[in-house]
């Protein structure tokens, strides 16, 4: 069980790699551009791409670093350093994000003109760039590769907006509409981003994976043939992708072998459905006591 994937892992890290090395060489373009135009639009996408190209090499390398095999100092293997990956890249982009509008609310109160025809032959190159890494990023499901992929997608609606308003800047004076593009977006990708962070945070935390309900699995552990009772079960995911599950099951005291085999063989039926590296099931006959002390609160 799971022991399928690691061509998906690796593909990952090379799409990321790909993501960085368009992100990084377009972003040197961007900033050169943003003060050739004088666009607040442009100068806060070029900020964002720069902490995006510093936030996808960092995730490269984490990611890489992530499919290493389990060491002495690390048991379960290094998957987490991507979700270490994902969070740090969380932090960088609503700091980032925090930083521009900043920036741009006093730009709306004494806009600039900018070049608009520079900001569209940029907006149009934007989209192109930013476009073909989303591509590359798509269908994660490390939750480092979909931090990576918003970290994109932001910018590809962030060269949506600086293309509308530079088709409607060529044809009317309306200065303040480049720094209200710039706010617009932020704001829009910093509630996602932040919903994404929580997200990260909540894995990081080693909360149970969305989607999954552990009552109703322990329910149904409970309910299986020769289970006395079920405690200590823990569910928790690596990465957002790859999870671990532990647990306790109590049965009668002269109860054989074939018994045990058929309650561990069920047990896994039930989890099957979700993408587990890890299993492990305490057999306790109802002689002996657990091992473990159960905190009181459970």
Same mark, same amino acid.
């Given at each position: 069980?799971?022991?399928?994937?690691?061509?998906?892992?690796?593909?990952?890290?090379?799409?990321?790699?790909?993501?960085?090395?368009?992100?990084?060489?377009?972003?040197?373009? %961007?900033?050169?551009?943003?003060?050739?135009?004088?666009?607040?639009?442009?100068?806060?996408?070029?900020?964002?791409?720069? =902490?995006?190209?510093?936030?996808?090499?960092?995730?490269?390398?984490?990611?890489?670093?992530?499919?290493?095999?389990? &060491?002495?100092?690390?048991?379960?293997?290094?998957?987490?350093?991507?979700?270490?990956?994902?969070?740090?890249?969380?932090?960088?982009?609503?700091? =980032?994000?925090?930083?521009?509008?900043?920036?741009?609310? *006093?730009?709306?109160?004494?806009?600039?003109? *900018?070049?608009?025809?520079?900001?569209?032959?940029? &907006?149009?190159?934007?989209?192109?760039?930013?476009?073909?890494?989303?591509?590359?990023?798509?269908?994660?499901?490390?939750?480092? +590769?979909?931090?990576?992929?918003?970290?994109?997608?932001? $910018?590809?609606?962030?060269?949506?907006?600086?293309?509308?308003?530079?088709?409607?800047?060529?044809?009317?004076?309306?200065?303040?509409?480049?720094?209200?593009?710039?706010?617009?977006?932020?704001?829009?990708?910093?509630?996602?981003?932040?919903?994404?962070?929580? +997200?990260?945070?909540?894995?990081?935390? %080693?909360?149970?994976?969305? =989607?999954?309900?552990?009552?109703?699995?322990?329910?149904?552990?409970?309910?299986?043939?020769?289970?006395?009772?079920?405690?200590?079960?823990?569910?928790?995911?690596?990465?957002?992708?790859?999870?671990?599950? &532990?647990?306790?099951?109590?049965? %009668?005291?002269?109860?054989?072998?074939?018994?045990?085999?058929?309650?561990?063989?069920?047990?896994?039926?039930?989890?099957?459905?979700?993408?587990? $590296?890890?299993?492990?099931? %305490?057999?306790?006959?109802?002689?002996?006591?657990?091992?473990?002390?159960?905190?009181?609160?459970?």
């Amino acid at each position: 069980m799971g022991h399928h994937h690691h061509h998906h892992v690796d593909s990952s890290t090379g799409k990321i790699k790909t993501a960085f090395f368009l992100n990084f060489a377009f972003t040197i373009i %961007e900033i050169i551009g943003g003060l050739l135009t004088n666009s607040m639009a442009i100068l806060s996408d070029a900020l964002h791409d720069l =902490g995006d190209s510093l936030s996808l090499g960092l995730a490269w390398f984490l990611q890489k670093f992530s499919n290493k095999g389990k &060491s002495e100092s690390f048991s379960f293997g290094y998957r987490r350093f991507s979700l270490l990956a994902a969070l740090i890249n969380g932090v960088v982009l609503i700091v =980032g994000s925090v930083f521009i509008l900043t920036e741009a609310i *006093p730009r709306l109160l004494n806009p600039e003109q *900018p070049n608009a025809t520079g900001m569209l032959i940029l &907006s149009i190159l934007g989209i192109l760039v930013n476009g073909a890494a989303v591509f590359r990023l798509r269908g994660g499901d490390s939750m480092n +590769q979909k931090v990576m992929t918003w970290h994109l997608l932001e $910018d590809v609606l962030g060269w949506v907006a600086v293309l509308i308003v530079s088709v409607v800047m060529m044809f009317a004076d309306l200065p303040f509409l480049d720094p209200l593009a710039s706010i617009g977006i932020t704001l829009f990708i910093l509630y996602n981003v932040v919903s994404n962070f929580i +997200q990260t945070m909540k894995l990081f935390l %080693e909360a149970v994976p969305d =989607g999954v309900d552990l009552d109703d699995i322990i329910k149904k552990i409970s309910a299986i043939k020769d289970v006395q009772s079920t405690h200590h079960t823990h569910l928790w995911s690596m990465d957002g992708e790859h999870h671990a599950f &532990s647990t306790h099951v109590v049965v %009668e005291a002269d109860a054989t072998k074939e018994q045990v085999c058929n309650v561990k063989e069920e047990i896994k039926n039930i989890i099957d459905s979700i993408h587990l $590296d890890h299993v492990t099931i %305490e057999v306790e006959y109802e002689d002996m006591p657990c091992s473990i002390t159960e905190p009181a609160h459970q």
